[in-house]
Protein backbone atom coordinates (compact mmCIF):
# COMPACT_ATOMS: atom_id res chain seq x y z
CA UNK A 1 0.00 0.00 0.00
CA UNK A 2 0.99 3.40 -0.13
CA UNK A 3 1.82 4.21 -3.75
CA UNK A 4 2.76 7.36 -5.14
CA UNK A 5 3.51 8.03 -8.88
CA UNK A 6 4.85 10.39 -11.07
CA UNK A 7 4.58 11.18 -14.75
CA UNK A 8 6.99 11.31 -16.62
CA UNK A 9 9.65 9.97 -15.07
CA UNK A 10 11.61 12.19 -17.20
CA UNK A 11 11.13 14.54 -19.72
CA UNK A 12 13.44 17.17 -22.09
CA UNK A 13 12.17 20.19 -23.26
CA UNK A 14 13.37 23.42 -25.25
CA UNK A 15 13.54 26.58 -23.30
CA UNK A 16 10.64 28.70 -22.88
CA UNK A 17 8.12 26.04 -23.19
CA UNK A 18 6.00 24.47 -20.06
CA UNK A 19 6.34 21.32 -18.78
CA UNK A 20 3.63 19.48 -16.50
CA UNK A 21 4.38 16.74 -14.07
CA UNK A 22 1.85 14.75 -12.32
CA UNK A 23 1.32 13.04 -8.75
CA UNK A 24 -0.75 10.51 -8.34
CA UNK A 25 -1.35 8.76 -4.89
CA UNK A 26 -2.58 4.68 -6.00
CA UNK A 27 -4.11 3.33 -3.21
CA UNK A 28 -4.92 6.15 -0.66
CA UNK A 29 -6.18 9.83 -0.36
CA UNK A 30 -3.30 12.24 -0.16
CA UNK A 31 -5.21 15.39 1.84
CA UNK A 32 -1.84 17.07 1.43
CA UNK A 33 0.94 16.48 -1.50
CA UNK A 34 4.17 17.80 -1.51
CA UNK A 35 7.01 19.22 -4.13
CA UNK A 36 10.42 19.24 -3.83
CA UNK A 37 13.48 19.86 -5.97
CA UNK A 38 16.58 17.55 -5.88
CA UNK A 39 19.78 18.65 -7.41
CA UNK A 40 22.46 16.27 -7.85
CA UNK A 41 24.21 15.25 -4.60
CA UNK A 42 22.52 17.84 -2.79
CA UNK A 43 19.55 17.34 -0.57
CA UNK A 44 15.55 17.87 -1.10
CA UNK A 45 14.82 21.64 -1.35
CA UNK A 46 10.82 21.26 -0.14
CA UNK A 47 9.14 23.81 -2.88
CA UNK A 48 5.09 23.99 -1.77
CA UNK A 49 2.52 22.13 -0.16
CA UNK A 50 -0.86 21.40 -1.17
CA UNK A 51 -4.05 20.76 0.23
CA UNK A 52 -6.72 19.17 -1.97
CA UNK A 53 -9.11 22.16 -3.57
CA UNK A 54 -7.19 24.94 -1.88
CA UNK A 55 -4.15 27.00 -2.90
CA UNK A 56 -0.75 25.96 -2.12
CA UNK A 57 1.59 27.34 0.01
CA UNK A 58 4.81 28.05 -1.21
CA UNK A 59 8.27 28.02 0.40
CA UNK A 60 10.17 31.14 0.66
CA UNK A 61 12.12 32.39 -2.52
CA UNK A 62 9.91 29.67 -5.06
CA UNK A 63 8.27 31.63 -7.76
CA UNK A 64 4.51 30.43 -7.51
CA UNK A 65 4.11 31.77 -11.04
CA UNK A 66 6.90 29.85 -12.16
CA UNK A 67 5.99 26.67 -10.77
CA UNK A 68 2.28 26.09 -10.42
CA UNK A 69 0.47 23.76 -8.42
CA UNK A 70 -2.75 21.93 -9.03
CA UNK A 71 -3.96 20.10 -6.45
CA UNK A 72 -7.84 18.95 -8.31
CA UNK A 73 -8.25 15.55 -6.07
CA UNK A 74 -7.36 13.58 -3.65
CA UNK A 75 -5.23 11.73 -5.56
CA UNK A 76 -3.71 14.17 -8.76
CA UNK A 77 -1.63 17.03 -8.07
CA UNK A 78 0.23 18.63 -10.84
CA UNK A 79 3.68 21.02 -10.57
CA UNK A 80 4.14 23.04 -14.21
CA UNK A 81 7.35 24.73 -14.75
CA UNK A 82 6.25 27.42 -17.17
CA UNK A 83 8.61 28.87 -19.43
CA UNK A 84 11.37 26.66 -18.83
CA UNK A 85 14.97 27.92 -18.60
CA UNK A 86 18.21 25.51 -18.38
CA UNK A 87 18.28 26.35 -14.97
CA UNK A 88 15.46 24.65 -14.05
CA UNK A 89 16.61 21.84 -15.41
CA UNK A 90 16.35 19.25 -12.11
CA UNK A 91 15.33 16.20 -10.76
CA UNK A 92 11.61 16.68 -9.26
CA UNK A 93 10.24 14.67 -6.66
CA UNK A 94 6.59 14.74 -5.25
CA UNK A 95 5.34 13.12 -1.70
CA UNK A 96 1.76 12.51 -0.01
CA UNK A 97 0.23 11.93 3.16
CA UNK A 98 -3.13 10.90 4.37
CA UNK A 99 -3.58 13.36 6.78
CA UNK A 100 -5.73 10.89 9.12
CA UNK A 101 -3.13 8.17 8.84
CA UNK A 102 0.02 9.74 10.22
CA UNK A 103 3.05 12.13 9.82
CA UNK A 104 4.79 10.01 7.53
CA UNK A 105 5.32 10.79 3.77
CA UNK A 106 5.05 8.53 0.81
CA UNK A 107 7.40 9.63 -2.41
CA UNK A 108 6.92 9.09 -5.90
CA UNK A 109 9.77 8.14 -7.86
CA UNK A 110 10.74 11.15 -9.71
CA UNK A 111 10.75 13.17 -12.61
CA UNK A 112 14.01 14.38 -14.19
CA UNK A 113 13.73 17.77 -16.27
CA UNK A 114 16.17 18.43 -18.76
CA UNK A 115 16.00 21.80 -20.26
CA UNK A 116 17.60 22.55 -23.11
CA UNK B 1 17.71 27.82 7.58
CA UNK B 2 15.40 24.74 8.58
CA UNK B 3 17.26 22.14 7.11
CA UNK B 4 19.26 19.54 9.38
CA UNK B 5 22.90 18.72 8.69
CA UNK B 6 23.79 15.23 8.48
CA UNK B 7 27.54 14.12 9.26
CA UNK B 8 28.92 12.57 7.80
CA UNK B 9 28.58 13.28 4.19
CA UNK B 10 29.68 10.10 3.18
CA UNK B 11 31.07 6.81 4.23
CA UNK B 12 32.75 3.83 3.32
CA UNK B 13 32.26 0.45 5.25
CA UNK B 14 33.22 -3.13 4.50
CA UNK B 15 29.48 -5.33 4.98
CA UNK B 16 29.13 -7.00 8.63
CA UNK B 17 30.16 -3.48 9.97
CA UNK B 18 27.61 -0.46 11.72
CA UNK B 19 27.63 2.32 10.37
CA UNK B 20 26.26 5.63 12.37
CA UNK B 21 25.18 8.61 10.61
CA UNK B 22 24.03 11.97 12.44
CA UNK B 23 21.56 14.59 11.88
CA UNK B 24 21.63 18.43 13.61
CA UNK B 25 19.11 20.76 13.08
CA UNK B 26 18.09 24.39 14.31
CA UNK B 27 14.50 24.46 14.92
CA UNK B 28 11.66 23.55 17.58
CA UNK B 29 10.64 19.98 15.79
CA UNK B 30 7.18 17.51 16.32
CA UNK B 31 9.13 14.64 14.63
CA UNK B 32 12.21 13.66 12.87
CA UNK B 33 12.25 10.79 10.19
CA UNK B 34 14.83 9.10 8.35
CA UNK B 35 14.80 8.53 4.64
CA UNK B 36 16.87 6.43 2.41
CA UNK B 37 17.48 7.25 -1.24
CA UNK B 38 18.65 4.68 -3.98
CA UNK B 39 20.84 6.75 -6.67
CA UNK B 40 18.08 8.94 -8.67
CA UNK B 41 14.95 7.04 -7.15
CA UNK B 42 12.58 8.26 -5.17
CA UNK B 43 12.76 7.99 -1.35
CA UNK B 44 11.46 5.53 1.47
CA UNK B 45 10.50 6.30 4.42
CA UNK B 46 12.92 4.03 6.96
CA UNK B 47 11.57 5.24 10.48
CA UNK B 48 9.94 8.48 12.63
CA UNK B 49 10.63 8.97 16.02
CA UNK B 50 8.14 12.05 17.92
CA UNK B 51 10.24 14.39 19.60
CA UNK B 52 9.17 12.99 23.74
CA UNK B 53 10.49 9.90 22.28
CA UNK B 54 14.21 9.07 22.88
CA UNK B 55 14.90 5.97 21.02
CA UNK B 56 13.23 3.74 18.50
CA UNK B 57 14.35 0.31 16.71
CA UNK B 58 13.37 -1.08 13.20
CA UNK B 59 14.64 -4.19 12.62
CA UNK B 60 18.42 -3.75 12.35
CA UNK B 61 18.06 0.52 12.61
CA UNK B 62 17.94 2.22 15.81
CA UNK B 63 17.03 5.97 16.03
CA UNK B 64 17.89 8.34 19.11
CA UNK B 65 16.82 11.55 19.25
CA UNK B 66 18.48 14.65 22.04
CA UNK B 67 16.03 17.19 21.69
CA UNK B 68 18.39 19.30 23.99
CA UNK B 69 20.81 19.09 21.76
CA UNK B 70 18.96 19.11 18.32
CA UNK B 71 20.36 15.94 17.07
CA UNK B 72 19.60 12.93 15.82
CA UNK B 73 21.83 9.30 15.52
CA UNK B 74 20.89 6.23 12.52
CA UNK B 75 22.46 3.11 13.59
CA UNK B 76 22.30 0.70 11.02
CA UNK B 77 23.66 -3.07 12.70
CA UNK B 78 25.40 -5.42 11.01
CA UNK B 79 25.50 -3.56 7.61
CA UNK B 80 24.73 -5.25 3.53
CA UNK B 81 25.84 -3.89 0.56
CA UNK B 82 22.50 -3.43 -0.46
CA UNK B 83 21.83 -0.95 1.93
CA UNK B 84 24.23 1.06 -0.09
CA UNK B 85 22.16 4.64 -0.62
CA UNK B 86 21.96 7.96 0.65
CA UNK B 87 20.55 8.43 3.87
CA UNK B 88 18.49 11.98 4.68
CA UNK B 89 17.17 13.25 7.68
CA UNK B 90 14.34 15.11 7.82
CA UNK B 91 12.27 17.52 10.54
CA UNK B 92 9.02 17.77 10.81
CA UNK B 93 8.05 21.58 12.67
CA UNK B 94 6.41 21.91 15.33
CA UNK B 95 2.61 23.54 16.02
CA UNK B 96 2.27 22.75 12.17
CA UNK B 97 -0.76 20.77 10.74
CA UNK B 98 0.59 20.58 7.40
CA UNK B 99 2.96 17.99 8.07
CA UNK B 100 5.51 19.82 6.29
CA UNK B 101 9.78 18.36 6.62
CA UNK B 102 12.37 20.14 6.13
CA UNK B 103 15.51 17.67 4.48
CA UNK B 104 19.15 17.39 5.51
CA UNK B 105 21.73 17.59 3.25
CA UNK B 106 22.29 13.46 3.53
CA UNK B 107 24.61 10.60 4.68
CA UNK B 108 26.17 8.76 1.14
CA UNK B 109 26.46 5.23 2.25
CA UNK B 110 28.70 2.86 0.68
CA UNK B 111 29.29 -1.06 2.00
CA UNK B 112 31.68 -3.57 0.28
CA UNK B 113 30.73 -6.68 -0.16
Known amino acids: GAVVSQHPSWVICKSGTSVKIECRSL??????MFWYRQFPKQSLMLMAT?????????EQGVEKDKFLINHASLTLSTLTVTSAHPEDSSFYIC????????????FGPGTRLTVL | SQQGEEDPQALSIQEGENATMNCSYK?????LQWYRQNSGRGLVHLIL?????REKHSGRLRVTLDTSKKSSSLLITASRAADTASYFC?????????????FGRGTQLTVWP
Open chain 2, 90 to 102: ATGERGSTLGRLY
Open chain 2, 27 to 31: TSINN
Open chain 2, 49 to 53: IRSNE
Open chain 1, 27 to 32: DFQATT
Open chain 1, 95 to 106: SARDRGQGLEQF
Open chain 1, 50 to 58: SNEGSKATY
